[in-house]
């Protein structure tokens, strides 16, 4: 199913006519209401009729999360404040939040997009949407709220928490979809199978909708399996809108649709800055085309993926990006390797006993960087022989390093002993950093 037929299927002339014409507005936006872009563009050289092809973009400098974060809180606002009507934000656990604004248009371009997002998932009117992102600054509860009620489906507005009522709410009202952080999806399967019940049967669930951190696909077959459901790959920042950046479609599961109408990707090489071809592997950055309160210009985003031009096969044309890998800041250099904590997950699920549950403590003693692997394993194998123990533990320590090229060290825990996450998970510990 698709939303918005005429922009979702454009041909690629079609959609980079309309994309040079906003991109053209956009920048004269940008830089003739707020200083700190016209500052940007004028150190460079660069004014707005200078955009003459799309190819111009690359002319334009890149715009940074320090920048955003040294402007708070509404420093890069393009709109007069009377005209904006909501304000979200990030949470600034790692230093000062960004605020970001949405005038009525950015609103109503939000949920049209959430409105394209959910219906690619298969949700539809008639649905019931569980929505257990969280509802506040973090954009993922109103994100899904306006654009689940724009499709006419029934929206239960939970936010995250209150575990059992969410399985209660689940059961008696029969949810059709859930809509959460894959973590939380994780542990909502767990808790619904401690309640009694057996979560592939006993409840509604078609499909859900999951993002907001990184998961591996390993992790996807997981919760599939466990709540018999699809589960779909949703991608968005705060910084460009929110959720509804891009969505994967169930037929492909190959990779997730940038709504290209409103939204001109590039992958860069995050430490020349130069522009990778399609295919490769780089940071992914951002122009917003549409958005009036807070437009973004070139944003780097910090996260890793690749980009694919492909029609896919549920007839949608616009460019597909590869499920993210992680964010550049989340990467972890162990002795001189790099990698990211979805690449060790994906590794963990394959593992036959070991639960999706865990933890990466990462230090140093003396000069070498260690790195401990702490993972839950089921009930029934823990109370298992020895044995069996110490035979995960070995698989995981080969596997680790065959894949990743990482030696380890492995603890199993006991199952229900890693907190529990109901937003983002926090899964590494870095204390190097202490
Ligand atoms: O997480 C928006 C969102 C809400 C997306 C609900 C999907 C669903 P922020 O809190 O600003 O916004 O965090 C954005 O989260 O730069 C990525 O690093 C990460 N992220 C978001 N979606 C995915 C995903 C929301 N599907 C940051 N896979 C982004 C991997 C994701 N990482």
Redesign the pocket.
Known sequence: MIWNEKFETLSRQELEELQLTRLRKVVERAYTSNSFYKAKFDERGVKPDHIKSLKDLQNIPFTTKKELVDNYPYGVFCAPLNEVVRIHG??GTTGRPIVVGYTRNDIETWSELMARALTCTGIQKGDIIQNA?GYGL???GL??HYGGEKIGATVIPLSGGNSRRQITVMKDLGSTAL?C?PSYATYLAELAEEMGFNPAKDFKLKMG???????SENMRAIIEKKFNIDAI???????VI????SIECPEGKHG?HIFEDHFLPEIIDPQTEEPLPYGEKGELVFTTITKEAFPVIRYR???ITSLHPQTCVCGRTMVRMA??T??SD?MLIIRGVNLFP?QVESVLMEIEGVEPHYNLIVDREGTLDTLEVQVEISEKIFSDEVKQLENIEHSIVEEIKETLGVTCRVKLVEPKTIQRSEG?AKRVIDKRQI
């Open positions: 990030t949470s992102y973090f954009t993922g994100g899904v809509t952080t909708c999951f993002g907001a951190e990184p998961w790959d949703i991608y968005g920042l705060s910084e929110g959720p509804g950046v997730l985003t910090r996260d499920r993210i992680g964010r989340d979805s983002k």
